[in-house]
């Protein structure tokens, strides 16, 4: 099953194995380079079913630190294409991107806020500081809201201009949206705060407004986190309600990740720790997940997805370790994966 394809509208992944999108903090004014060129590259000749691109600021200040990526401006978007046509002619990998907005959680760097000189004001749903050392957020109005929903659109139109396969909507990790979702950063009063229904419109107008700029063939993944691990917070219940909404509104999997919201959040962390969150919302909505967390072996990875937990296993630091991950694994497993023509020398079993 792990080498079997799975199709999201008119994309057809090869392979179960997805890159998780990863911060690699190395853009000079959001803009690739050639790092990010030989970086994702080299995940695609390793045979990966799907790479999605680091989390992509929709606009300056959606940034985490001022070495992230952007996509609020076209000369970005031109530098992400040579990136996703090389992936294209160079292997049988699809590519997608995060879009995001770090909302109170951005100007920082090595995990500390930085000063409004070398960074900027943080942006909120409410204003209340990721930590009580922190700026207090500018608690964003009605109307600038609306900017960030455009913003999205915006930043849609251009990765699918730059030749994406998937987009996926970040709302996860303690980031702008996760902060509209939770009660515990989102203490509004109008109609973007308070109940369930109220939190989730942020994203949910996000979803509406990018899928404005998507066609067939580009796929909408949305990333949440199934807990925040606080009481009182975001919670698997409200995620699966969550995951309900999403699936009628045109979004093809959930990835499903937690945590980031609460600063001093007490995580316990084992191999695959999040997949009880994939399941729950696999099988208690009724949609397609991706399973996030430690997630280190072919067994494990079979596992997760013959159990029905998942429908995409999402990996991060086992393939920085090993770009070759999914051609190794179809190797030990005598399954079929891409591999390189000019390396196939090397793909003997001695």
């Not at 590519?95 to 909302?103: D, E, Y």
């Amino acid at each position: 099953m792990l080498y079997s394809p799975i199709k999201f509208r008119n994309v057809e992944l090869k392979n179960r194995w997805v890159m998780s999108p990863m911060c690699m903090y190395s853009c000079e004014n959001g803009l690739a380079n050639d790092f990010h060129f030989v970086h994702y590259g080299s995940r695609a000749q390793g045979g990966t079913g799907l790479l999605i691109v680091e989390a992509t600021g929709v606009e300056p200040k959606g940034r985490i630190t001022n070495h992230c990526m952007g996509i609020w401006n076209d000369e970005q978007a031109e530098k992400l294409q040579k990136i996703v046509e090389f992936v294209h002619q160079n292997s049988e990998s699809r590519i997608g991107i995060q879009l995001a907005h770090a909302g109170r959680k951005g100007s920082t760097w090595e995990n500390k806020q930085i000063s409004l000189e070398e960074g900027w004001e943080t942006l909120a749903p409410s204003p209340i500081p990721y930590h009580p050392s922190e700026r207090i957020p500018h608690e964003l109005t009605v109307e600038e809201i609306r900017e960030q929903v455009q913003n999205f659109k915006n930043a849609a139109r251009r990765a699918v201009k730059a030749g994406f396969d998937v987009i996926e909507i970040h709302a996860a990790h303690g980031y702008l949206v996760h902060q509209f979702l939770s009660p515990l950063s989102n203490v509004r009063t109008d109609e973007y705060g308070g109940s369930f229904e109220n939190r989730i419109k942020f994203l949910i107008e996000i979803v509406d407004a990018v899928n404005e700029e998507l066609n067939e063939n580009v796929a909408l993944f949305v990333r949440i986190s199934g807990t925040e691990y606080a009481e009182n917070g975001w919670d698997i219940n409200e995620s699966v309600e969550l995951a309900k909404i999403l699936k009628n509104h045109q979004v093809d999997l959930v990835d499903v990740s937690s945590g980031g919201n609460i600063h001093g959040a007490k995580i316990s962390v084992f191999d695959g720790y999040q997949v009880p969150f994939s399941s729950a919302v696999k099988n208690q909505a009724n949609v397609k997940t991706g399973a996030v967390g430690l997630i280190k072996s072919n067994n494990q990875a079979e596992e997760i997805l013959q159990n029905g937990e998942a429908d995409l296993i999402f990996v991060a630091r086992e393939i920085l370790r090993n770009p070759y991950l999914a051609v190794q694994g179809s190797f030990e497993m005598n399954e079929e994966c891409f591999f390189p023509h000019q390396y196939l020398r090397a793909k003997i079993s001695s």
